[in-house]
């Protein structure tokens, strides 16, 4: 069977001066066009139709052939039916004659092979590229502005509506003439939206590039109740910075789905690190992030060998596969003399919401306390201070307590919701706005602590486990009262009593040494460097 791709590249456009020459991702605009039909599993020859020297060049070099097109094809009042026939060699039989514009640079060549299969083995006259792109729209009727609907609905609802675009049109050889390639038997081939963009203005051009120099991206995810989930929480956060919607795995056998909460992010299960490395090699990521706390030399090792170009970019990691990663972001600890490694405050990625929030004011006395250990807890600090602010000494203050996501034995700790003085909150979506309802807070030496410097509220802290003992922020030195790893409960109240005298001016002391500290452009320093690598 023989195909031949015709492909019109003039030289004149009004619009974008030089448009088929110009440089979109380092490729002039018509390489992608004559690159598709080279590369056709289908198309037996190629040849491209100009009145350009530089066209002719390219194609020539790309190994298509061409045809000088007359001028008398040049103008804009010649149809392209015409030219298309014009270019077609008349000494040869052809079966099928595949029209593909230059102007269409996102089309992947395995898309135009289906539909040149779809074609066939349906046996159209014609098939033409297009996008499914249902909208309420109207029309004009005797002078009057009429609905193209009967019942206003949500677009996922409207029934198709199939938008040509200039991607490709295949028809059979023995259809085409110099007035038409549209036969009798016609049908649409549905391309992806980034598929479909057609290059008309300088904004189509910039959409282009941007699609065509689009990261594959993925994240490598685990938490539960014993590392917590804090890396859940940023992995999320980060999905939301990239312009495409990353794969983000998670390992079966060391965290649950329901960890992730209420997300449409695309969640995928593995059965370990062998699983990943093969969805890795099959998709070829060009970035590849873990939040998975210490890296082994092994693990990235064998994430290169599957990965060679892709960019790798770890998150609190200390361990020794810190070396193998492009970047290493560790906000949570102090700074490590290796050039790939951002250490410190400066690279914290906060929530969303928080940055909608503005610092408490100090009130003269210390009515609310906020008590939260992020969402795993694995000391049961939750467990302690509810026992602690249960006793009757402590009935004129007002205490919210947040249990996380991944906290156990939950039901038994909301029993204290019945002291009148103590709100105990599972699993909660507003956070900032319950923090910002109090005083002073306590909490452990994670993600949390940075969301109540945020706010600038006076905080205790204690740490969960010998590894948050290493994490430099929530300290002394920067406003906290840090009382180390798993104090006993006399320690805890003692702090807890000084704070709930604590007078106004030295709180607001506390509260200047917390916001003295940049906490809410991390998320833009984080993917300068991600972005610039």
Known sequence: MKILAVIPARAGSKGIPNKNIRIINERPLVYYAISNALNSKYITDVIVTTDSEDVKIIASQMGAKYKIRDSSLCGDEVTLDYVIYDAIPKDEKWDYIVTMQPTSPTLKVESLDNAIKYTIENDYDTVLSGINAPHLSWKEENGKKVPNYTERLNRQYLPPCYMETGAFVISKASIVTEKTRIGKKVDIFELSEDEAQDIDDFSDLVNAANTLQKNKVAIYVNGNNKRGIGHIYRALEL??????????????????????????????????????????????????????????????????????????????????????????????????????????????????????????????EVKNIFIGFGGADPQNYSDRLLKIISNSKYKNYNFIVVLGRAKSNVTELLKYNEFKNIKVLHDISNMPELMSQCDIAITSRGRTGYELAMLGI??????????????????????????????????????????????????????????????????????????NL
């Open 239 to 364: 999905a939301d910075e990239f312009f495409t919607k990353p794969d983000i795995f998670y390992d079966i056998n060391q965290t649950d789905r329901n960890i992730f909460g209420n997300t449409t992010h695309n969640l995928i299960p593995i059965n370990g690190i062998n699983e990943l490395f093969k969805k890795c090699q099959e998709n070829k990521y060009t970035i590849f992030i873990n939040d998975i706390l210490s890296t082994s030399i092994d693990y990235m090792i064998g994430l290169r060998n599957v990965l060679p170009n892709a960019k790798i970019i770890n998150f609190e990691d200390d361990g020794e596969g810190i070396i193998k990663a492009d970047a290493v972001f560790n906000a949570l600890y102090s700074n490590i003399d290796l050039k790939n490694v951002y250490a410190g405050e400066k690279y914290y990625i906060s929530g969303k919401t928080f940055m909608f929030y503005d610092p408490i004011k100090i009130n003269n």
């Open 458 to 531: 006076p905080s205790i802290a204690m740490a969960q486990n010998k590894r948050e003992e290493k994490h430099g922020f929530v300290c002394d030195e920067n406003g906290f009262a840090y009382i180390g790893l798993n104090p006993a409960d006399e320690v805890i109240e003692a702090t807890l009593n000084m704070y709930l005298n604590m007078s106004k001016s030295v709180r607001q002391n506390y509260q200047n040494i917390l916001l003295s500290h940049d906490l809410r452009n991390g998320r833009k320093r984080v993917m300068g460097i991600i972005n």
